[in-house]
């Protein structure tokens, strides 16, 4: 690897920029991967906080405007893995009981795959389409859920088109199990890909929600076509 050196003011060094040099074998896309990695500030936050990845701070800044995340809320992350929005979840329902006079809230992590412990959440290996598995959630949680949240994507097949399909189907199967394990009044969020084919799940979730919101987080990278949906005020069995 070599640095790009930065110009020293007096009042020391600007940050530096790393570039990686392509190495034999390595393709250009990956080289440039790389090194957008190593320069990402909130890769770089990630690890010096400690979190399991850049996406923790999308869920922080999407909960900054629309406040769902409060101490004692029941939580339930679908496609956890590795863990980055139960780790913030943990902090801001307060499931270790760390803010004294505040209600202690509960998050059950799911995903296909195990997870290393994350102190204060609780994580299950589970597929979440599974027939049955929203009685398993509603019975790790002990009743039914304030939030529902997903930041699940659909493995890539290179296509753009196919993949925007494939994650509009898995978010609209994140909903239905959100319908199913939701306390009236909760919220629903989930990552969607911009392009047109989400307008059957935002017919969905209207008739369900008081409100249905979109936002891009500063998190997301800018060249990502990502968004997330933001369901508030679930109407419950009265739909």
Known sequence: ??????????RGMRDLRVKVKTARGRKLSSTLWLERQLNDPYVQRA????????AAYKILEIDDKYRF??????????????????????GRINALGEK??????RI????LQEMDPIPGAELHVLD???EGADDKVKAWLGGKADVVMSDMAASSSGH?????????ALCEAAAYLAFDVLEPGGTF??????????????????????????????ASRSDSSEKFVIATGFYGDEA
């Open 108 to 111: 059950i992590g799911v995903d």
């Open 1 to 10: 690897m070599a640095r790009t050196p930065g110009k020293n003011s007096g």
């Open 128 to 130: 979440f389409m599974e």
């Open 100 to 105: 004294k006079g505040k209600a202690v809230g």
């Open 47 to 54: 690890k010096a906080e400690g979190m399991r990845g850049r």
């Open 69 to 90: 995340l409060v101490p004692g809320a029941r939580v339930v992350d679908l496609g956890a893995a590795p863990g980055g929005w139960c780790q913030v979840a943990v």
């Open 189 to 218: 969020v989930a990552k969607v890909l911009a392009g047109g084919a989400e307008g059957s799940l935002q017919t969905i979730l209207k008739k369900r929600f008081a409100k249905v919101s979109h936002m891009k987080p500063p």
């Open 160 to 168: 753009k088109q196919t993949d925007h399909l494939r994650i509009v």
